[in-house]
């Protein structure tokens, strides 16, 4: 008994020279050309100095010396407690 081949047939190719001669989609009106940048979208963010920015910042340094003091002195407590052989 014959047994019919499992393998699809390949589909046909498009030749290139149809892809690329096709026309291009025109762009809507109010879309922008791909590459530019508008005008918002050139100025860099800059964060203002002020009491409530400078708050979080503060606070998490602050917190950041906490624990690595907590981190360091505690090493060192543990350490003397271990016997040096």
């Known amino acids: ?3 019919p081949p499992l393998a699809r047939k390949p589909a046909s190719r498009r030749l290139t020279s149809v892809l690329y001669t096709s026309p291009r989609p025109a762009l809507e009106a109010d879309e922008a050309a ?4 508008e005008a918002w979208e050139l100025v860099a963010p ?7 920015v400078r ?4 606070l998490d340094l ?3 010396l906490a624990t690595a003091t907590l981190i360091i002195a505690g090493g060192v407590f543990a350490y003397g407690f271990m016997p040096v052989a």
């Open 1 to 3: 008994m014959a047994m």
């Open 34 to 37: 791909p590459g530019t940048v």
């Open 46 to 52: 800059v964060r203002p100095d002020t009491a409530h």
């Open 55 to 58: 708050a979080p910042r503060f």
């Open 62 to 64: 602050a917190g950041e």
